[in-house]
Protein backbone atom coordinates (compact mmCIF):
# COMPACT_ATOMS: atom_id res chain seq x y z
CA UNK A 1 0.00 0.00 0.00
CA UNK A 2 0.97 3.82 -0.51
CA UNK A 3 2.39 5.80 1.82
CA UNK A 4 0.33 8.33 3.59
CA UNK A 5 -3.80 8.31 4.71
CA UNK A 6 -5.78 5.55 2.87
CA UNK A 7 -7.90 6.64 0.06
CA UNK A 8 -11.66 6.68 0.65
CA UNK A 9 -12.48 3.72 -1.94
CA UNK A 10 -9.88 1.53 0.61
CA UNK A 11 -11.77 3.02 3.87
CA UNK A 12 -14.78 1.88 1.76
CA UNK A 13 -13.74 -1.43 1.02
CA UNK A 14 -11.85 -2.53 3.99
CA UNK A 15 -12.22 -0.73 6.72
CA UNK A 16 -15.85 0.63 6.76
CA UNK A 17 -17.69 -2.93 6.53
CA UNK A 18 -15.38 -4.40 8.99
CA UNK A 19 -16.39 -2.24 12.09
CA UNK A 20 -19.14 -0.10 13.70
CA UNK A 21 -18.30 3.36 15.19
CA UNK A 22 -20.98 4.88 17.26
CA UNK A 23 -21.03 8.75 16.91
CA UNK A 24 -24.40 8.95 19.17
CA UNK A 25 -24.76 12.81 20.28
CA UNK A 26 -23.82 13.80 23.34
CA UNK A 27 -21.87 10.53 24.03
CA UNK A 28 -17.88 11.41 24.81
CA UNK A 29 -15.82 11.63 21.69
CA UNK A 30 -12.86 11.02 20.89
CA UNK A 31 -9.88 11.87 18.09
CA UNK A 32 -6.74 11.07 17.29
CA UNK A 33 -4.04 12.15 14.75
CA UNK A 34 -0.20 10.22 14.60
CA UNK A 35 2.58 12.79 13.96
CA UNK A 36 6.08 11.48 13.35
CA UNK A 37 9.53 13.52 12.89
CA UNK A 38 13.06 13.93 14.00
CA UNK A 39 11.74 17.91 15.16
CA UNK A 40 10.58 18.11 19.35
CA UNK A 41 7.45 20.26 17.24
CA UNK A 42 5.57 17.12 16.61
CA UNK A 43 4.23 17.07 20.04
CA UNK A 44 3.28 20.27 19.48
CA UNK A 45 1.62 19.01 16.12
CA UNK A 46 -0.01 16.26 17.03
CA UNK A 47 -1.48 17.68 19.64
CA UNK A 48 -3.41 20.49 17.86
CA UNK A 49 -4.51 18.07 15.41
CA UNK A 50 -6.24 16.09 17.86
CA UNK A 51 -8.35 18.70 19.26
CA UNK A 52 -8.95 20.38 15.73
CA UNK A 53 -10.41 17.27 14.67
CA UNK A 54 -12.95 17.41 17.87
CA UNK A 55 -13.13 20.94 17.24
CA UNK A 56 -14.55 20.58 13.26
CA UNK A 57 -17.12 17.95 15.11
CA UNK A 58 -18.26 20.54 16.90
CA UNK A 59 -16.56 19.19 20.24
CA UNK A 60 -14.22 21.10 22.73
CA UNK A 61 -11.34 18.93 23.74
CA UNK A 62 -11.54 18.36 27.57
CA UNK A 63 -8.37 16.11 27.43
CA UNK A 64 -5.08 14.51 25.86
CA UNK A 65 -3.76 11.86 26.03
CA UNK A 66 -0.03 11.19 24.13
CA UNK A 67 1.76 8.06 23.42
CA UNK A 68 5.29 8.66 22.28
CA UNK A 69 7.59 6.12 20.22
CA UNK A 70 11.12 6.29 19.72
CA UNK A 71 13.65 4.47 17.84
CA UNK A 72 17.41 3.07 19.88
CA UNK A 73 19.12 6.37 19.16
CA UNK A 74 17.07 8.90 20.72
CA UNK A 75 18.56 11.31 23.16
CA UNK A 76 17.04 12.34 26.51
CA UNK A 77 16.98 15.75 25.94
CA UNK A 78 15.12 15.36 22.71
CA UNK A 79 12.26 13.18 25.02
CA UNK A 80 12.29 16.45 26.80
CA UNK A 81 12.00 18.46 24.18
CA UNK A 82 8.78 16.49 22.77
CA UNK A 83 7.14 16.66 25.78
CA UNK A 84 7.29 20.01 26.38
CA UNK A 85 6.24 21.08 22.77
CA UNK A 86 3.30 18.53 24.07
CA UNK A 87 2.60 20.91 27.31
CA UNK A 88 2.73 24.16 24.74
CA UNK A 89 -0.01 22.07 22.98
CA UNK A 90 -2.47 21.49 25.43
CA UNK A 91 -2.10 25.21 26.70
CA UNK A 92 -2.85 26.20 23.42
CA UNK A 93 -6.07 24.33 23.16
CA UNK A 94 -6.54 25.15 26.96
CA UNK A 95 -7.11 21.37 27.43
CA UNK A 96 -5.84 19.04 30.23
CA UNK A 97 -3.08 16.63 28.82
CA UNK A 98 -4.49 13.44 30.95
CA UNK A 99 -1.92 10.92 30.49
CA UNK A 100 1.63 10.45 28.25
CA UNK A 101 4.01 7.61 28.21
CA UNK A 102 7.02 6.98 26.10
CA UNK A 103 8.62 4.04 24.88
CA UNK A 104 11.99 3.52 22.87
CA UNK A 105 11.03 0.31 20.17
CA UNK A 106 13.04 -1.10 17.04
CA UNK A 107 9.58 -0.84 15.42
CA UNK A 108 10.08 2.71 14.45
CA UNK A 109 12.63 4.23 12.70
CA UNK A 110 11.95 7.66 13.37
CA UNK A 111 10.02 9.43 16.77
CA UNK A 112 6.27 9.21 16.22
CA UNK A 113 3.99 10.97 18.68
CA UNK A 114 0.28 9.86 19.10
CA UNK A 115 -2.31 12.24 20.41
CA UNK A 116 -6.02 11.53 21.42
CA UNK A 117 -7.81 14.58 22.42
CA UNK A 118 -11.52 13.86 24.23
CA UNK A 119 -14.69 15.49 25.01
CA UNK A 120 -18.16 15.92 25.57
CA UNK A 121 -20.32 17.46 22.91
CA UNK A 122 -23.08 19.63 24.18
CA UNK A 123 -26.16 20.91 23.05
CA UNK A 124 -26.12 24.38 21.90
CA UNK A 125 -29.78 25.90 22.43
CA UNK A 126 -29.93 27.34 18.96
CA UNK A 127 -29.03 23.94 17.55
CA UNK A 128 -32.82 23.08 17.95
CA UNK A 129 -34.13 25.62 15.33
CA UNK A 130 -31.25 24.53 13.21
CA UNK A 131 -32.29 20.87 13.02
CA UNK A 132 -35.68 22.11 12.02
CA UNK A 133 -34.39 23.77 9.25
CA UNK A 134 -32.22 21.11 8.27
CA UNK A 135 -35.34 18.96 7.35
CA UNK A 136 -36.82 21.21 5.68
CA UNK A 137 -33.77 21.88 3.66
CA UNK A 138 -33.55 17.89 3.12
CA UNK A 139 -36.71 18.15 0.92
CA UNK A 140 -35.24 20.89 -1.68
CA UNK A 141 -31.34 19.98 -1.56
CA UNK A 142 -30.79 21.10 -4.70
CA UNK A 143 -32.00 24.80 -3.44
CA UNK A 144 -30.03 24.36 -0.20
CA UNK A 145 -27.21 23.25 -1.89
CA UNK A 146 -27.01 26.31 -3.72
CA UNK A 147 -27.06 28.34 -1.13
CA UNK A 148 -23.96 27.31 0.76
CA UNK A 149 -20.38 28.62 0.18
CA UNK A 150 -17.34 27.36 1.03
CA UNK A 151 -14.70 28.97 3.11
CA UNK A 152 -11.02 28.60 3.76
CA UNK A 153 -10.21 28.98 7.75
CA UNK A 154 -6.39 29.59 7.82
CA UNK A 155 -3.71 28.82 5.34
CA UNK A 156 -3.04 26.10 3.03
CA UNK A 157 0.38 24.11 3.79
CA UNK A 158 1.47 25.87 6.32
CA UNK A 159 1.60 22.96 9.01
CA UNK A 160 3.38 21.27 6.58
CA UNK A 161 5.98 24.17 5.76
CA UNK A 162 6.60 24.37 9.52
CA UNK A 163 7.71 20.85 9.79
CA UNK A 164 9.74 20.66 7.03
CA UNK A 165 11.36 24.23 8.64
CA UNK A 166 11.70 22.89 12.09
CA UNK A 167 13.13 19.07 10.76
CA UNK A 168 15.89 20.59 8.13
CA UNK A 169 16.53 24.42 9.54
CA UNK A 170 19.98 23.73 9.40
CA UNK A 171 19.67 23.19 5.31
CA UNK A 172 17.55 25.54 4.36
CA UNK A 173 19.68 28.43 6.77
CA UNK A 174 22.07 27.89 3.56
CA UNK A 175 19.55 28.90 1.16
CA UNK A 176 17.18 31.83 2.97
CA UNK A 177 18.40 34.38 5.37
CA UNK A 178 18.06 33.93 8.84
CA UNK A 179 15.13 36.82 8.86
CA UNK A 180 13.21 34.65 6.65
CA UNK A 181 13.52 31.45 8.61
CA UNK A 182 12.66 33.79 12.07
CA UNK A 183 9.65 35.30 10.31
CA UNK A 184 8.71 32.05 8.92
CA UNK A 185 8.65 30.72 12.74
CA UNK A 186 6.77 33.24 13.90
CA UNK A 187 3.65 31.52 11.16
CA UNK A 188 3.28 28.93 13.97
CA UNK A 189 1.26 31.24 15.83
CA UNK A 190 -1.19 31.45 12.12
CA UNK A 191 -2.27 28.06 12.74
CA UNK A 192 -6.07 28.26 13.48
CA UNK A 193 -6.72 26.82 16.98
CA UNK A 194 -9.46 24.91 18.02
CA UNK A 195 -11.30 27.36 19.76
CA UNK A 196 -11.77 29.81 17.04
CA UNK A 197 -13.45 27.24 14.89
CA UNK A 198 -15.85 26.77 17.91
CA UNK A 199 -16.82 30.01 18.22
CA UNK A 200 -17.63 30.29 14.25
CA UNK A 201 -19.73 26.91 14.92
CA UNK A 202 -21.96 28.83 17.73
CA UNK A 203 -25.27 28.69 16.82
CA UNK A 204 -24.73 28.08 13.00
CA UNK A 205 -25.46 24.86 10.47
CA UNK A 206 -22.26 24.57 8.95
CA UNK A 207 -19.90 21.84 8.63
CA UNK A 208 -16.13 21.49 8.83
CA UNK A 209 -12.94 19.35 7.95
CA UNK A 210 -9.66 20.28 9.14
CA UNK A 211 -6.79 20.21 6.15
CA UNK A 212 -4.63 16.96 7.18
CA UNK A 213 -2.94 14.50 5.29
CA UNK A 214 -2.88 15.14 1.33
CA UNK A 215 -3.38 18.76 1.47
CA UNK A 216 -6.32 21.02 0.51
CA UNK A 217 -6.89 19.11 -1.92
CA UNK A 218 -7.74 15.82 -0.69
CA UNK A 219 -9.49 17.78 1.83
CA UNK A 220 -11.69 19.08 -0.83
CA UNK A 221 -12.21 15.54 -2.29
CA UNK A 222 -13.06 13.88 1.31
CA UNK A 223 -15.59 17.06 2.13
CA UNK A 224 -17.37 16.23 -1.80
CA UNK A 225 -17.81 12.83 -1.14
CA UNK A 226 -18.87 13.04 1.82
CA UNK A 227 -21.49 15.64 1.72
CA UNK A 228 -22.40 14.07 -1.88
CA UNK A 229 -21.71 17.79 -3.77
CA UNK A 230 -20.52 19.08 -6.48
CA UNK A 231 -18.03 22.66 -6.05
CA UNK A 232 -16.98 25.66 -8.04
CA UNK A 233 -13.87 27.05 -6.77
CA UNK A 234 -11.25 29.67 -7.72
CA UNK A 235 -7.64 28.03 -7.66
CA UNK A 236 -6.18 31.82 -6.24
CA UNK A 237 -8.11 32.17 -3.21
CA UNK A 238 -6.52 29.58 -1.87
CA UNK A 239 -4.59 31.63 1.05
CA UNK A 240 -1.42 30.50 0.64
CA UNK A 241 2.17 32.18 2.96
CA UNK A 242 4.91 33.56 0.97
CA UNK A 243 7.16 31.15 3.26
CA UNK A 244 5.26 28.05 2.22
CA UNK A 245 5.65 28.86 -1.43
CA UNK A 246 9.31 29.03 -0.98
CA UNK A 247 9.88 26.80 1.20
CA UNK A 248 7.74 24.01 -1.12
CA UNK A 249 9.57 25.75 -4.54
CA UNK A 250 13.19 24.84 -2.70
CA UNK A 251 12.35 21.38 -2.18
CA UNK A 252 9.67 21.09 -5.33
CA UNK A 253 6.84 20.15 -3.05
CA UNK A 254 2.82 20.93 -4.29
CA UNK A 255 1.68 23.06 -1.41
CA UNK A 256 -1.64 21.98 -2.52
CA UNK A 257 -0.99 18.81 -1.38
CA UNK A 258 0.88 18.86 2.14
CA UNK A 259 -0.40 18.25 5.05
CA UNK A 260 -2.29 21.51 6.51
CA UNK A 261 -4.11 20.87 10.42
CA UNK A 262 -4.54 24.13 11.61
CA UNK A 263 -6.28 25.01 8.90
CA UNK A 264 -10.29 24.60 8.05
CA UNK A 265 -12.37 24.07 5.71
CA UNK A 266 -16.25 25.28 6.05
CA UNK A 267 -19.06 24.95 4.11
CA UNK A 268 -21.81 26.99 5.18
CA UNK A 269 -24.84 29.20 3.92
CA UNK A 270 -23.84 32.14 6.56
CA UNK A 271 -20.61 33.10 4.89
CA UNK A 272 -20.50 36.61 5.77
CA UNK A 273 -21.50 36.08 9.55
CA UNK A 274 -19.30 33.09 10.02
CA UNK A 275 -16.18 35.37 8.34
CA UNK A 276 -17.05 38.28 10.62
CA UNK A 277 -16.63 36.13 13.78
CA UNK A 278 -13.52 34.37 12.64
CA UNK A 279 -12.29 37.80 12.28
CA UNK A 280 -12.88 39.12 15.41
CA UNK A 281 -11.72 35.83 16.55
CA UNK A 282 -8.17 36.54 15.48
CA UNK A 283 -8.48 33.96 12.65
CA UNK A 284 -8.01 34.18 8.50
CA UNK A 285 -11.00 33.14 6.44
CA UNK A 286 -11.91 33.73 2.60
CA UNK A 287 -14.54 32.50 0.06
CA UNK A 288 -13.31 29.60 -2.48
CA UNK A 289 -16.13 28.82 -4.54
CA UNK A 290 -19.65 27.71 -4.11
CA UNK A 291 -21.45 24.23 -3.49
CA UNK A 292 -22.88 22.67 -6.59
CA UNK A 293 -25.95 19.95 -6.22
CA UNK A 294 -23.76 18.02 -9.38
CA UNK A 295 -21.04 15.73 -9.17
CA UNK A 296 -18.39 17.96 -11.19
CA UNK A 297 -15.28 19.31 -8.41
CA UNK A 298 -14.22 22.39 -10.46
CA UNK A 299 -11.34 24.45 -9.89
CA UNK A 300 -10.72 27.47 -12.03
CA UNK A 301 -7.49 29.09 -12.59
CA UNK A 302 -7.81 32.02 -14.70
CA UNK A 303 -8.98 30.78 -18.04
CA UNK A 304 -8.05 27.46 -17.33
CA UNK A 305 -10.93 24.97 -15.62
CA UNK A 306 -9.27 21.65 -14.21
CA UNK A 307 -11.43 18.90 -12.29
CA UNK A 308 -10.45 17.90 -9.05
CA UNK A 309 -8.42 14.19 -8.97
CA UNK A 310 -8.37 11.64 -6.22
CA UNK A 311 -6.19 12.22 -3.33
CA UNK A 312 -2.98 12.16 -3.48
CA UNK A 313 -0.48 10.99 -1.24
CA UNK A 314 0.99 13.82 1.61
CA UNK A 315 3.70 15.97 -0.12
CA UNK A 316 5.30 15.66 3.56
CA UNK A 317 5.31 11.71 3.64
CA UNK A 318 7.21 11.89 0.36
CA UNK A 319 9.80 14.60 1.65
CA UNK A 320 10.40 12.53 4.86
CA UNK A 321 11.24 10.09 2.71
CA UNK A 322 13.49 11.66 0.80
CA UNK A 323 15.33 13.53 3.53
CA UNK A 324 16.00 10.13 5.65
CA UNK A 325 17.53 9.01 2.16
CA UNK A 326 19.75 12.82 2.48
CA UNK A 327 20.84 12.04 5.90
CA UNK A 328 22.42 8.26 5.01
Keep these: MKIGKISPTIWNRSVKKKVHMDQTDGSFSWADVCVCGGHAGIGYYAVLGAAGELAARKIQAEGISVRILFPEETEEEFLADVCGEIQKGCE ?44 KKTGNRQKFVKNRELLLCGYAGLEGSLRILEAAEEELSQRFINTFLMQAKKLRDQLITPEQILEAAKGRDISVWQIGSGGILAALWEMAEEEKIGFEIAMGSISLKQETVEICEYYRLNPYQLTSAGSYLILTDEAD ?14 RLGVAKAQNARVITSKEEIRYLDRPAPDELARWQKDYKKCEK
Design 92 to 135: CIKAKLTSLSAEGTAAVQTPIVYACAGGTKVQDPGMHALEETAD
Design 273 to 286: QVIEVLEKAGARAV
